[in-house]
């Protein structure tokens, strides 16, 4: 259902919306910019407008300014299975290997896919990626970090990439611009080992008074600018980055790219670091929030959102830009780094109340802030609540862009341009969703979710506050009267319990 909280303009353009007639003809519109910009471990309640307390005006703007979906999901409770799944439409869960990767990782996505950058590549734009990738670099033997780092993402459609290359907390702690590391000192060679210590740097297992930012748990490993990481490196010293510099280094790449594209359509994937840890951000913004520094860093994502919008309208390209801004997983708090994240909380509910959150099968794992703006395109002040999967980005572009998709590609990957935009549309029959330890559930779009009976912990192993959503039974929830899943109602219900899990078994089968 879309609510409509806007007049009668508003309201002749959203039916206009919920035709075809949004799709670009050679006379009528240019083809709009798109830029995703996709948040890390962002939880459903993190943003004002979803009901958050940490001050984040810049993307309460955005998202007053055009359409706020209150159904939208990752399909992953981790970063790179929902990376994986929403540039290539296919889940990531139908092959191994694609989990959490480690930062010496080869690429997953192969050469020769069909991705969402490739398809927008076909149709005329120039692609970027700009901020965190964690989908693997270079051939089976990994990343060759001293010399030609490929494939990666410039073999799948992207024209430009400017890389963390996998998270903030796994070496080598250096960026990747294209094919290679930045400011790379040929001398000072970079080694990258994740079973073994190499070469003489610090770790935080060794050297606790080294850091500035004590570990939790795992990250005990090399240390680099007071944070100790996960994996051990050696070398490249002059092309280590400063964790507080994240956000001004991929913002200024961002708006360098969209000057640069001024004058043609573009679409930037703009993957921020924020809010992952370890959560370190920029001096001016530390302190900012008394939520400690996980406030901090949503603080600094805010501005960072504000100051991409102002220079889209600064180059009059405001108005032809579609932004979609969302999250690849749901909220944690303790992720490894003490922080006081847990301690400082207050009455922020960074799930707004859905149960679970980062690698959980209940809600809070997958369901994630989703804001598309697109002045004059969709109205301001719109809400939607049919159910929408980032799964479906890239068979929405290619068919509102009039490009196809390959047979036996992007095969999870459907349609739902209108509902994404906020138009009226079908929504697809539902989903299926991944938690840790490839746990699969099953959400249909009247509501119901399957989480089908799993042998893990109840709780996640190293964020103990977290349920796993894993039980020896199975489980039914309805989440149209009970979102919070505090009911299973598997057994009152066997034949939707039946019925979806035959769905659910179906989709693993195809
Ligand atoms: C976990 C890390 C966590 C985070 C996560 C990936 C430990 C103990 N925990 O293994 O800190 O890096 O992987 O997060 O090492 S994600 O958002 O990229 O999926
Ligand atoms: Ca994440």
Redesign the pocket.
């Known amino acids: 259902m879309i609510k409509r909280f806007y007049g009668i303009f508003g309201l002749l353009l959203l039916l206009s919306c919920g035709n075809n007639s949004t799709k670009p003809t050679a006379e009528k519109e240019p083809l709009p910019n798109i830029i995703i910009i996709y948040t890390?471990?962002l939880g459903y309640g993190d943003l004002g407008v979803y009901g958050g307390k940490i001050p984040t005006p810049n993307i309460d703007k955005l998202a007053k300014e055009g359409l706020i979906h209150t159904n939208a999901y990752a399909t992953s409770a981790?970063?790179?299975p929902s990376r994986y799944s929403m540039l290539t439409g296919e889940y990531a869960w139908r092959q191994k290997g694609r989990g959490?990767a480690q930062g010496n990782a080869s690429s997953i996505i192969q050469p020769g896919t069909q991705t969402l950058p490739s398809i927008l590549q076909k149709a005329g734009y120039q692609t970027a990626v700009i901020g965190k990738w964690?989908l693997g670099l270079g051939g089976e033997q990994g990343p060759d970090w001293n010399g030609k780092i490929t494939p990666g993402p410039l073999e799948i459609g992207f024209n430009y990439s400017f890389l963390i290359p996998a998270?903030g907390?796994?070496v080598p702690c250096v960026f990747v611009e294209n094919h290679h590391v930045v400011d790379l000192d040929p001398t000072d060679p970079i080694t990258v080992n994740y079973s073994k210590k190499i070469g003489d740097w610090p770790t935080g297992k060794e050297n606790p008074e080294l850091l500035t930012t004590p570990y939790s748990?795992?990250?005990d490993m090399t240390i680099v600018n007071g944070v100790s990481r996960?994996g051990y490196m050696t070398g490249g010293k002059k092309a280590l980055w400063r964790d507080e510099d994240f956000a001004d280094v991929l913002l200024e790449k961002s708006q360098h790219f969209i000057s640069k594209n001024k004058n043609n359509p573009f679409f930037l994937y703009f993957s921020t670091h924020d809010i992952?840890?370890p959560r370190i951000a920029h001096e001016r913004f530390q302190g900012a929030t008394d939520f400690g520094p996980r406030g901090d860093v949503i603080v600094q994502l805010d501005w960072t959102v504000g100051a991409l919008v102002s220079h889209l309208q600064a180059l009059n390209l405001d108005k032809n830009t579609l932004i979609i801004f969302t999250s690849?997983?749901g909220p944690v708090l303790d992720?490894?780094y003490v922080d006081y994240s847990k301690e400082r909380i207050s009455n922020h509910s960074p799930s707004a109340g859905l149960r679970g959150g980062?690698y959980s099968a209940f809600e809070a794992g997958t369901k994630v802030p989703t804001i598309v703006r697109w002045p004059g395109k969709i109205p301001s002040g719109i809400t939607s609540d049919v159910l929408v999967s980032q799964i479906d980005f890239l068979a929405s572009f290619a068919a509102y862009t009039g490009q196809s998709i390959h047979k036996g590609q992007a095969i999870d990957s459907e349609n739902h341009w209108n509902t994404l935009i906020g138009g009226q549309d079908q929504a697809r029959q539902g989903m299926v969703q991944e938690a840790i330890s490839n746990v699969l559930s099953y959400i249909s779009s009247d509501g119901y979710k399957y989480i089908p009976p799993s042998k893990g912990a109840k709780m996640v192993p190293?964020g103990p506050t977290i349920e796993t959503g894993f039980s020896e039974i199975e489980q039914l929830y309805d989440l149209k009267n009970d979102p919070y899943e505090t009911k299973n109602i598997a057994s009152k219900h066997p034949d939707i319990v039946q019925k979806l899990r035959n769905t659910l078994n179906q989709i693993k089968q195809q």
Do not use: E, L
């Open positions: 890390d471990d981790t970063c790179t959490v964690h998270t907390d796994r748990h795992g990250h996960i992952h840890v690849d997983n992720d490894g980062k190293w």
